[in-house]
């Protein structure tokens, strides 16, 4: 049982360049989170996911695309890489019912050139 | 204005002290919040879950006033472990704060 698992772990883009990170979980949790966190600073929600098929944006989805085809996999897609973007991004999951904690995948460091 | 705020510290207390920290969310239709610990460079991990009524794990007390929408947590006896980041986290959408940094000294 991985729980969250995200890859690539390490990633450097120029810019321009596009990238998908990837985010599955075998919990069988309905929500997923895409969140970035620039050093020194707390986590900013870019898009979330409440089931298969539905996405939504949080606070800071520019430049961001996502999909939810599964329950299992919720990709973060970043088309046009910029300096901006250099951040460690995380994914993280929830339950709808029950015990609402989320937990979390280890995180993407990304930095863009 | 941000569904959660956070003061961001950083506190420096010496071992031994009790440390407060706080957090202001502005929904009022939300439900569910909680802790979590950031150690430097890795993933949050949750600390504890803050219930209504209040709740202790140890050194550890959340609690939530909807009246006036804030959430705490008291470390007390602070311990050199305790240092890294306290995150807050609340809403449907699951908004964290900016995270207070505390470094526990000896």
């Known amino acids: 049982n991985a729980g969250v698992t995200q890859t690539p772990k390490f990633r450097i883009l120029k810019i321009g360049q596009s990238m998908t990170l990837q985010c599955t979980q075998d919990?069988?949790?309905?929500?997923m989170y895409w969140y970035r966190q620039d050093p020194g600073m707390g986590l900013k929600l870019i898009y979330y996911s409440v089931g298969a098929g539905i996405t939504d944006k949080g606070e800071v989805p520019n430049g961001y695309n996502v999909s939810r085809s599964t329950t299992e996999d919720f990709p973060l897609r970043l088309e046009l890489a910029a300096p901006s973007q250099t951040s460690v991004y995380f994914c993280?999951?929830?339950?709808?019912?029950?015990?609402?904690?989320?937990?979390f995948g280890q995180g993407t460091r990304l930095t863009v050139v | 204005r941000k569904e959660v705020e956070q003061d961001p510290g950083p506190f420096n207390v010496p071992e031994g002290a009790t440390v407060a920290f706080n957090c202001t969310y502005s929904?009022?239709?939300?439900?569910?919040f909680f802790w979590y610990r950031q150690d430097c460079r890795k993933e949050p991990k949750l600390l504890m879950s803050v219930y209504s009524s209040g709740n202790e794990d140890g050194r550890f007390t959340a609690q939530l006033n909807r009246a006036s929408q804030y959430i705490s947590l008291l470390i007390r006896d602070s311990k050199l472990s305790d240092s890294a980041t306290y995150l807050c986290?609340?809403?449907?959408?699951?908004?964290f704060g900016t995270g207070t940094s505390l470094t526990v000294i000896p």
């Open positions: 919990m069988n949790h309905n929500y």
């Open positions: 993280a999951i929830r339950r709808d019912l029950g015990p609402l904690e989320a937990f």
């Open positions: 986290v609340g809403g449907n959408q699951f908004y």
């Open positions: 929904n009022s239709a939300s439900q569910s």
